[in-house]
């Protein structure tokens, strides 16, 4: 059982369309489930603003030039953040600890610049 939806909704998004994706309810406890269950939806709801968050925020790089681990840990953080049901410094925390484990540390510092502008416009 995986402990944490924010890894699953990372392992499923990076496996499948994002309109692809169903949480398997056996994977995870009732609370995460649901916790993956809105982050999923609320990222399908906002896509089209968090593509431009993206664009907007990451100066000098292009976004077809951005690293799949990075795009998906930004995309999920975004919408997590603009979800606002934990604070802003643990959901960039989680985000960039996901992209480090996945990628490398300067796609993991590349994450938390993006996330951590874009939570102080929020």
Known sequence: MIKDFRHLCFQEFFNKDLNDIEIDKNLLNENQTLRADQLILNTKE???????????????????????VELISLKLGISELIMNLTPNKVIISEWVKITDTHSSSNGAKFVNGILDKISNEL
């Open 46 to 68: 906002n896509i089209e603003r968090i593509d431009n968050s993206i664009e907007t925020y990451s100066e000098n790089w292009s976004y077809d030039r951005i690293g799949k």
